[in-house]
């Protein structure tokens, strides 16, 4: 007898394994498999956002220029340490189409600075690596890499202008370690234990854990009775194992089952003893068997009862409630008796129908649904399902848990990735998104879509002069004003930098599109109020529009694009449509710009000389160098032509150095050759002005070419000099302590501004041509030249007119003790061997008078 009873015994716990306790564990696993889910995507998920940024920085004009030309101003202004400890990058490399490194700096975030990149990481900048093999303007990578230091998320994108075209001129590469702090972080954000472990451990891991579905494969391993395991390898971008994922849950629901277990043994085997004396006792034994069982439906509810989460007990054949724990009652507001009863579906949003199918999904893997509360409101739940004996029939245990935090952090990536962070507006892709709906909907209703492309003018100068923060403050401000102009239908969005695109939809008439434009500009008026400072910005608008334009959507942001710096071109402040004559324009300038950048290295540009006479002796004093560009196709190019989009490009710095040494190294030529000395005034653009090494360059160039710094004098325009008046000051009095002269080029046509004139120490003021012109015609004319002269001499400086052709005008300024002048009446401009030989005619009897003064002006 004792034989059969063990016997009763061990089916009796085999059978409750079966059906009550592996069911806990399979849940348990499939809790767990889920949990190591969540972690690979969320480290997947950071390595789209690292993208999506990369994106950001690698599709940008400037970027584009940056790593075309080494612009660091660019570098300065954007590539600065607090904006990577913002983004959280461990990792910033601009590199050129070449495969060198235009900018790479790798960023400790614990201790905020840079350090040096990791050597390791070298192998991976190569031109066979897939970070740099881009191709196509619309190639990413992102993923893992496998350092010294550690794995690294990482993104890689192809540089490109703000349009998204090519072609290609390089590769931004963003990356942020995996370090503990970040998995810290990353395990704060999921509510999970969450750690990496070495790839190399996986077939330890697998051999000791249970093989679980999913891509890549999930690995579970029972840690003793209190903790469960989940693992996941990780591939890095190249396929192989980069290291593995590790989440451990806490073994509650196993806890559970085994003391429900170990109860139901411990009753049953009471059952079996007293089964023993049923021949003695039979009618004893069955009131107390009776008894036992009631007590065991006790416990079992006071586990379920007792579970932090959500269950529910249903009958399998038609999801009847059977039974329900306090969990679950304060999710969805009902009392007990209220939940029992119900069908499962009439708890889901959607059709009660789906009751039988629902059940079956659910006993096959976890789901996510959206439960009805009580109230009508919604609850976001994950649902997982096992099958457990109840009351002598097989019943399905519900586990509900609540997702509702897992839901609003999703929500709010997918937010992120959509929108701009500075302003909340949608960003490009959002904004890519929207205007094709638009399109298609056109196209179907026979409406207008309107582009309306802004920059808002001046944004830079203030951004420079009161900082980031004033500048972010501002654009906000700006997203907001755009908000209560335009209807809620219609779509704002941010490009990057200061430029914002406004979608118009469902348009009848063009005129209405004009409207909306001059509303724009019209609250663009008002001031900004930030940080209790007003600020006055106005936008160009430049507008496309379906079907009169183009029909896609990347051609209507190009086309308004262009509109717009053509707006910039006519002064700002206004709109303007796309005009096919536009693009013709920005072809040419295009092609114009190309044969800039590579006028210097073929020798394009040369430099003619014109003279400056005494009007005392009537005597050659000096000169001014004009700049020509000689274009091999097109000629001899006027300088208001490139100059203008020299000073756009930046080129005007390395032109302007050029001029300057060619300029000093002919000087010494002339002086070898017996010509007198002679002062050279050298005119110095506002982009050269503003180089913080400005001192340190004309002192190279004077150190390079041997020429005294006595000799040269710098030729400056009042419209810069007047943008930081402050700086202008003390910058100009460190060039004069050099020794050097300065000049004030075109005086009258600026703001010219006597109180802050005489801050400056100038010697020379030149009278702009346009008032020469007309000096014996227009009395006003007349007037404006003997105050400058008048005034001039008061503040012991030297007068200078330019664009004398007649006699007349020679006179008048020689009866009103004007200094010197030049122009057409006593020669055209001259090349160097020209000019040389006119010094010589003429400068036999000048040179024993005083010295000789040359001029060079690049913007004539």
């Not at 972690?39 to 940056?66: K, P, Q, T």
């Not at 010697?763 to 030249?785: C, G, Q």
């Not at 000048?846 to 010295?851: M, Y």
């Amino acid at each position: 007898m004792s034989v059969s009873l063990a016997g009763m015994f061990l089916l009796l716990f085999y059978v409750t394994k079966i059906f009550l306790l592996d069911s806990f564990v399979r849940i348990e696993e499939l809790d767990v498999t889920e949990n190591v889910g969540r972690a690979v995507n969320l480290i997947n998920d950071e390595a789209r956002n690292i993208d999506i940024i990369c994106g950001d920085y690698s599709a940008w004009d400037d970027a584009y220029r940056y790593v075309r030309d080494g612009n660091q101003a660019f570098e300065k202004s954007n590539l600065t340490l607090p904006t990577f400890l913002k983004l959280r990058l461990n990792l910033v490399m601009y590199l050129n189409g070449a495969g060198d490194v235009v900018f790479g700096k790798a960023i400790d975030l614990e201790n905020s600075r840079f350090v040096p990149i990791s050597a390791g990481f070298s192998r991976h900048i190569s031109s066979a690596d897939r970070l740099l093999s881009h191709t196509t303007p619309d190639s990413s990578v992102k993923g893992i890499v496998n350092l010294p230091e550690g794995p690294m998320i990482i993104a890689s994108r192809p540089v490109l202008t703000s349009e998204y075209v090519g072609p290609v001129r390089g590769t931004l590469i963003l990356g942020r370690y995996l370090s503990t702090t970040e998995v810290s972080r990353l395990a704060h954000m999921a509510r999970l234990s969450l750690s990496i472990l070495p790839s190399g451990m996986m077939s330890a891991v697998t051999k000791d854990g249970v093989m679980l579905g999913g891509d890549p494969p999930r690995v579970v391993v029972a840690n003793g009775f209190r903790i469960i395991d989940g693992y996941a390898m990780v591939r890095d971008i190249y396929g192989a194992d980069a290291f593995i994922v590790k989440v451990s849950n806490p073994r509650t629901i196993y806890g559970k089952g085994m003391r429900a277990v170990g109860y139901f043994l411990l009753c049953f085997l009471g059952l079996l003893l007293g089964f023993a004396l049923v021949v003695y006792f039979l009618l004893k034994k069955l009131a107390v068997s009776q008894r036992q069982g009631e007590e065991l439906e006790q416990r079992y509810s006071r586990v379920i009862e007792g579970a932090s989460e959500g269950i529910i007990v249903t009958n399998r054949a038609d999801g009847t409630v059977l039974e329900s724990n306090g969990a679950i009652q304060n999710y969805l507001g009902y009392a007990a008796e209220e939940l029992t009863g119900l069908y499962l579906g009439q708890l889901a949003f959607g059709d009660a129908a789906i009751t039988d199918t629902l059940i079956e999904r659910l006993l096959q893997q976890k789901r996510e649904y959206r439960l009805r509360r009580k109230d009508g409101s919604a609850l976001d739940a994950e649902l997982s399902a096992g099958l457990i004996p109840y009351d002598g029939k097989e019943a399905v245990c519900v586990m509900v848990k609540d997702i509702t935090e897992r839901k609003q952090f999703e929500e709010t990536l997918f937010f992120q990735a959509n929108h701009d962070l500075l302003t909340g507006i949608p960003n490009r892709y959002l904004l890519l998104d929207r205007l094709e709906q638009a399109l298609a909907a056109a196209r179907r209703e026979g409406h207008i879509v309107a582009v309306l492309l802004l920059d808002l003018d001046n944004f830079k100068i203030i951004n420079d002069t009161y900082g980031h923060a004033i500048g972010d403050h501002l654009l906000k401000s700006v997203a907001q004003r755009l908000k209560s102009v335009v209807r809620s239908g219609d779509t704002i969005a941010r490009l990057g930098g200061d430029e914002f695109v406004v979608v118009l939809t469902r348009i009848d008439r063009i005129e209405n599109v004009v409207l909306v434009a001059e509303h724009i500009l019209n609250h663009f008026t008002n001031p900004f109020i930030v940080d209790d400072k007003e600020f006055f910005v106005s936008p160009s608008i430049g507008l496309a529009l379906y079907p009169n334009d183009d029909d896609s959507a990347a051609a209507l942001l190009t086309k308004a694009d262009t509109a717009m710096y053509h707006v910039k071109d006519k002064g700002r402040a206004g709109f303007q449509f796309f005009t096919t004559e536009m693009n013709t324009r920005v072809v040419d300038r295009m092609e114009l710009e190309v044969g800039l950048r590579r006028a210097l290295e073929r020798g394009e540009f040369v430099i003619h000389y014109q003279p400056k006479v005494d009007l005392s002796t009537r005597r050659i004093q000096g000169m001014e160098a004009l700049l020509r560009w000689n274009h091999p196709d097109r000629g001899l190019i006027p300088p208001n032509t490139f100059i203008p989009l020299a000073e756009e490009s930046g080129l005007i710095i390395m032109i302007g150095e050029w001029v300057l040494r060619t300029v000093c190294e002919q000087h010494k030529k002339w002086q070898a050759e017996g010509l007198p000395p002679m002062t050279m005034a050298v005119n110095i653009s506002a982009r050269q002005f503003k180089q913080q090494d400005l001192v340190e360059r004309i002192g190279a160039i004077l150190a390079e070419t041997g020429l005294e710094a006595s000799v040269l004098e710098l030729e400056l325009t009042e419209s810069y000099l007047m943008d930081n008046v402050s700086e202008a000051i003390a910058k100009l009095h460190a060039l004069k302590g050099m020794g050097l002269g300065l000049s004030l080029d075109d005086f009258g046509t600026g703001y010219s501004s006597l109180g802050y004139l005489k801050q400056f120490p100038i010697d020379v003021v030149k009278i702009d041509k346009s008032f020469v012109d007309d000096i014996l015609v227009n009395p006003d004319d007349a007037t404006i030249v003997r105050t400058i002269i008048l005034m001039a001499h008061n503040l012991n400086m030297t007068v200078v007119a330019e664009g004398v052709e007649t006699e007349d005008q020679l006179d008048f300024l020689a009866a009103h003790n004007c200094e010197m002048v030049q122009g057409f009446y006593f020669s055209r401009p001259l090349a160097a061997d020209g000019f040389a030989a006119m010094v010589r005619s003429w400068g036999r009897v000048a040179a024993d008078e005083g010295d000789m003064t040359v001029m060079i002006d690049v913007d004539t």
